[in-house]
């Protein structure tokens, strides 16, 4: 049962566009969101979070948007460099308790 | 200061075997994570610990178990590995109890069983 879905496993952009990543989420408990990047042969490394009782967060060139009504979240950003290239996963969880993952999105930034 | 670190980077096992992966997180952190990536994947979670005891189990059988050190370093084990179970192991550390808790992983232990 995937709690997490990220339906497009995949995205290219030009570089300087905005790319867009999207993530749905089934379990309404879920109460506080992630956002990692994973390049090949590395970790997932943390790139911003937001918790349900706000709606965005912004950091820098990423700005994560929540709408809880819907259960979908989204990833922004602006603007997209070819270093961005990497597998996005989203993650989520009920207070305190383990973090459910997507499947990922492969973005691709073409210069 | 150090990030997670995982050893070994690479493992090839054959079926029935059993093998354990080790861990040691931030300095400072008190909670260990383990996670089973298969390609194609996300992240699945597996235990939890915090202050070396279990703080979650995910839906893994009981062959996987893990164990957590007074030193908050920790290890994953897994028994009668079948061809399943090869995989991306990711470990990942946190300062658990914050509401705006983040997971730091690990480079992951790639576990192949032929």
């Known amino acids: 049962d995937q709690q997490v879905k990220q339906n497009s496993p995949s995205l290219s952009v030009q570089e300087g566009r905005i790319s867009i990543l999207n993530c749905d989420y089934t379990?309404?408990?879920?109460?506080?969101f992630l956002w990692y990047k994973k390049y090949p042969a590395e970790g997932p490394t943390f790139l911003i979070s937001?918790?349900?009782?706000?709606d965005k967060n912004e950091d820098g060139r990423f700005t994560v948007f929540l709408n809880k009504s819907a259960k979908h979240l989204s990833l922004h950003i602006v603007p997209s460099q070819p270093g961005d290239s990497a597998v996005y996963f989203c993650?989520?969880?009920?207070?305190?308790?383990?973090?459910?993952f997507g499947t990922g999105t492969s973005l691709t930034v073409i210069p | 200061d150090a990030g997670v670190t995982q050893s070994p980077t690479h493992l090839i096992k054959t079926r029935g075997q059993q093998v354990t992966l080790r861990c040691s997180p931030i300095?400072?952190?008190?909670?260990v994570s383990w996670y089973q990536q298969v390609l194609g994947q996300g992240p699945q979670f597996i235990f939890q610990?915090?202050?070396?005891?279990?703080?979650g189990r995910g839906n893994f059988p009981d062959r996987f178990s893990a164990r957590q050190f007074p030193n908050y370093s920790s290890e994953l084990n897994v028994n009668a590995l079948l061809l399943g179970d090869s995989a991306l192991y990711l470990c990942?550390?946190?300062?658990?109890?914050?509401?705006?808790?983040?997971?730091?992983f690990g480079s992951g232990t790639q576990l192949s069983v032929l």
């Open positions: 990942a550390s946190s300062s658990l109890g914050t509401a705006n808790e983040k997971l730091f």
């Open positions: 300095s400072g952190h008190k909670s």
């Open positions: 937001i918790s349900s009782i706000k």
């Open positions: 379990n309404s408990m879920f109460d506080y």
């Open positions: 610990y915090y202050e070396k005891e279990e703080r």
């Open positions: 993650a989520a969880r009920p207070f305190t308790s383990q973090f459910y």
